[in-house]
């Protein structure tokens, strides 16, 4: 082996070393939970989703530019954190001139309904996505997820993870009360 590739060989593992340094060092001071969006400031997604009954209304595009700011929740019977967010949204649906929909993801229609008559059902409208397709035009990385929407059905804001009273109380009922005014 002559000294050249030697060199290239030692060389590697600080090469590697620098360049995760550098990616450790960008993140720093960065919340790890703050996906971006790139439909911030954008209309949502054209979409229709049926109901969980048959002839019960589901959710569709339409229904977020009634002139309503809107919360869209994404969950999941089989997810553990929407479990825990559950209270929180029993409250947030409380809150008036905010209307609360959900969308089921890749759930099955029976286990969504067993998950919302044991916890109780706050949601307005819900649409059942069972493939998972809505959800990816929306951006969605995982459940829970809860999008902000303004009455013109533009996507303001977008939260990954369980609400808690911190994020409902800091950031989204006073983007909430913004849009009302």
Do not use: Q
């Not at 019960?56 to 969950?75: C, E, M, Q």
């Not at 990385?141 to 996507?155: F, H, Q």
Request: charged fraction near 20%.
């Amino acid at each position: 082996m002559n000294g050249k590739y030697r060199f290239l060989l030692a060389a590697l593992p600080l090469a590697v070393v620098i360049g995760l340094s550098g990616f450790f060092y960008d993140r720093l001071g960065k919340d790890p939970g703050e996906l971006p969006s790139v439909l911030i400031g954008k209309p949502v997604p054209e979409f229709t989703l049926p109901g969980l009954e048959d002839g019960a209304p589901g959710l569709a595009s339409a229904d977020l530019r009634s002139g309503t700011v809107t919360i869209v929740n994404v969950f999941a019977s089989w997810c553990a954190p929407c479990r825990i967010e559950h209270p929180m949204l029993t409250a947030l649906a409380k809150v008036p001139k905010i209307r609360l929909v959900g969308i089921a993801y890749k759930d099955k229609i029976e286990a969504t309904r067993a998950f919302l008559g044991e916890l109780g059902n706050p949601y307005a409208l819900i649409g059942a996505d069972v493939t998972g397709r809505v959800a990816i035009d929306w951006g969605v990385y995982g459940v829970p997820e809860t999008y902000l929407v303004s009455p013109g059905g533009e996507i303001v804001w977008k939260h990954v993870g369980p609400l808690d009273e911190t994020v409902i109380r800091g950031e989204l009922l006073p983007r909430a009360e913004k849009l009302l005014k």
